[in-house]
């Protein structure tokens, strides 16, 4: 689970700021909250405001931190990404810290650096009371030092490790907790816990994602599919059921690139758990290439609809609408966030879907008392500002600041009583979150146009 996430001089963001799941005193939806050792999150989230307000800046932010985790050094261009509304900003590091449960332990982790280089980087595990450090490494007259937990370097094999480590093996551009993790992940285990966090728990959807090698997942794993099937009939799309037309590659061959599709197959063979994305140059339609049992197939979603007979009719998926594509491709992380224990944080939740529709899936997902995961989103559709669908501190607001700062704030800055109507609240300005618009009447959008009167 997310605690908190902060940041500092990246993308819309000047002064450090901060997001976070914490609850406040509110007796809304208890089952909200979740206790995990020491601390009380939320496992629901609505970040809303208005276009270039930097909702999307805080999920880059985080998408930031986790690529640069898993790719183990830092981003290439990464002074590009400092605000640029303060030039005083372009000698100012940049920092990103972020809190979390891994393996049910707590852990704070950040990164500052600058000029391609780290100047720090801290992993803690977060207690109460105090902190417990279990590595920091510093950069400073272009002198890098590594300490790690008490007691680790008592031992003089230990000792000299950390002293190689910080002036001949570790880059200065490269991310420690990564290096641990590949290469001694088994003598520390608080590394492995933290690494793993961003590597399988965290999971960032972009509003243009699209869910890696789905007709492969489906085909694999029916429980999946089932959970597919009871979702997607009951959200009025007109599919009644998904199918995955599985065909050994001889038998489409005739519709594809030869020489490509061979080329693919050679490596699918040599890595037999790889996947490859097709899609169709006229259609946009995607299909999987899979080698498994020794053959290879491709893999396809294929829709089906009730004609007047009520009989099945199969349709390629790329008949469906935009809505109804967004609705499949959610369907692995729905079922995560119900079954399953990891993070799910999603930029434009409601993009081509209507209101009614994204209203019901986060109603159903908020009232489920035994849902496992944690759903961040952000997003404009004001009907899910509801105290029976999200309490006032899983809701949050992105603003612009005169200076053209982001700032973020939580609705339960505001004093609100329970029976208050957030939603109409939000779109008469109550609590910021809005475009200001100035008044349209005075554009003059016809002042360039020549005009044909005589």
């Known amino acids: 689970m997310l605690i908190r ?33 020491e601390f009380e999150i939320l496992r629901l989230s609505a970040i809303y405001g208005a276009n270039g307000s930097g909702k999307s800046n805080l999920i880059k932010s985080i998408a930031l931190l986790e690529s640069m985790v898993e790719n183990g050094k830092l981003d290439t261009s990464l002074n590009d990404r400092k605000f640029k509304l303060n030039n005083l900003n372009e000698a100012i590091p940049t920092s990103i810290g972020i809190e979390f449960f891994s393996n049910d332990k707590a852990y704070y982790y950040t990164l500052t650096f600058d000029n391609d280089i780290i100047l720090n980087e801290t992993l803690l595990e977060s207690k109460k009371n105090t902190d417990v450090l279990i590595f920091e490494r510093n950069n400073e007259n272009n ?18 490790f950390v002293e190689v480590l910080a002036e001949k093996i570790l880059q200065k551009n490269e991310i420690l907790l990564s290096f641990l993790n590949s290469k001694y992940k088994d003598e520390f285990i608080d590394v492995a816990n933290a690494f793993s966090w961003f590597d399988t728990t965290l999971v960032i959807i972009h509003p243009d994602a699209k869910p ?28 009644s059921k998904l199918n995955i037309e599985r065909k050994k590659i001889e038998e489409s061959i005739e519709n594809l690139d030869k020489k490509k599709i061979k080329s693919i197959i050679d490596n699918l063979k040599k890595e037999p758990n ?28 294929i829709t089906t609809h009730l004609n007047n007979k009520g009989d099945g009719i199969e349709f390629s998926i790329n008949l469906e609408s935009d809505g109804t594509k967004r609705l499949i491709d959610y369907i692995p992380a729905f079922n995560g966030i119900i079954n399953e224990n990891r993070v799910y944080i999603i930029d434009e939740i409601e993009r081509s879907i209507h209101p009614i529709t994204i209203k019901e899936i986060i109603t ?14 952000t997003t404009h559709e004001s009907c899910l500002l509801d105290q029976d669908i999200l309490r006032p501190d899983e809701i949050w607001f992105a603003q612009k600041d005169i200076d053209g700062a982001s700032k973020l704030y939580s609705l339960s800055d505001f004093n609100i009583h329970n029976t208050a109507n957030i939603e109409n609240g939000y779109l008469n300005g109550r609590y910021g979150g809005i475009p200001f618009l100035s008044n349209l009447k005075d554009l003059n959008w016809h002042k360039y146009e020549v005009s044909d009167q005589k």
């Open 212 to 239: 890696s090698g789905l007709a492969h997942i489906l085909d694999l794993n029916l429980d999946l599919k089932e959970f597919a099937n009871n979702l997607i009939a009951k959200l009025n799309t007109g599919i």
């Open 143 to 160: 002198i890098q030092t590594i300490n790690f937990y008490d007691g680790y370097i008592e031992s003089k094999k230990n000792k000299l």
């Open 364 to 377: 159903k997902i908020s009232l489920d008392h035994l849902a496992k995961g944690q759903l961040i989103f």
């Open 274 to 301: 790889l996947l490859s994305v097709i899609t169709h140059s006229e259609t946009g339609e995607e299909a999987i290439l899979v080698h498994e049992n020794n053959e290879t197939y491709l893999k396809k979603i």
């Open 5 to 37: 996430f902060t940041t500092k001089n990246l993308y819309s963001f000047n002064e450090e700021t901060e997001f976070n799941v914490l609850p406040n005193k509110t007796q809304r939806l208890p089952h909200h909250k979740i206790k995990q050792n």
